[in-house]
């Protein structure tokens, strides 16, 4: 079945570092889609991406979509504590019922 | 997202009780989705509901599992005669149309 592998599971930076999560997919996607789930909380979305080579931005994020649409990443600039949280992709299953979660990325940003 | 409404926030059932999670969407969204996340873990698809129907359940277990969007009233995920191994947070989101969603704060059932 269609999988979406994130990497890395784990991050730790120093406050003001830069952070980048990256998510693959096997198949070609319609679109992706990114959340964040601070500590003990439910994941919010941040952002859908659907055009081939596609990059947002959100403030100190930005959000790239890959040529192939096969893959994706999301780097934050001069990470704050506030960042803090587990970073998901997700993908959309070819029939569009369902939504195939990256393991994600938790991100520890030390003070 | 505080408009999608679950409770009981917390939810905590012996061994062979029924677990019953109630699911408010976003007033007008049609499309609700219910998750399955374990501890450390992503989330795991369950089952995808319109008003009325289940329209994909493939996530779902066969058995002890079921889950209903009714006409009136909350989305419903009923787990019977709960086993340890069904601890963990699920979670619900909707959207006005297929695609990304809003999530609730979860319900965390715990098994004892």
């Known amino acids: 079945g269609q999988q979406v592998m994130q990497i890395p599971q784990y991050q730790h930076v120093q406050e003001g570092e830069d952070f980048t999560t990256y998510c693959n997919s096997s198949?070609?996607?319609?679109?992706i889609q990114w959340y964040k789930q601070r500590p003990g909380g439910h994941p919010v979305f941040l952002i859908q991406l659907v055009k081939s080579g596609e990059v947002k931005k959100q403030k100190r994020l930005t959000f790239q979509f890959g040529e192939a649409k096969k893959n994706s990443s999301l780097h934050i600039t001069a990470t704050q504590t506030t960042d803090v949280g587990t970073y998901f992709c997700?993908?959309?299953?070819?029939?569009?019922?369902?939504?195939?979660f990256g393991t994600g990325t938790s991100l520890t940003v030390i003070p | 997202n505080a408009g999608v409404m679950q409770n009981p926030r917390h939810l905590v059932r012996r061994r062979g009780q029924e677990a019953r999670l109630r699911c408010s969407p976003v007033k007008g969204h049609s499309h609700v989705y219910w998750y399955r996340q374990l501890p450390e873990e992503g989330l795991k698809f369950m089952v995808y509901?319109?008003?009325?129907?289940?329209?994909?359940e493939s996530g779902m277990p066969k058995e002890r599992f079921s889950a209903e969007f009714p006409k009136e009233g909350p989305s419903i995920l009923r787990i019977q005669q709960v086993v340890r191994g069904d601890s963990a947070a699920y979670f619900c989101a909707s959207s006005p149309v297929q695609g990304w969603a809003f999530f609730g704060q979860g319900t965390r059932l715990t098994v004892v």
């Open positions: 509901l319109q008003k009325e129907n289940i329209i994909d």
């Open positions: 198949t070609t996607l319609s679109n």
């Open positions: 997700a993908a959309p299953s070819n029939t569009g019922n369902q939504f195939y």
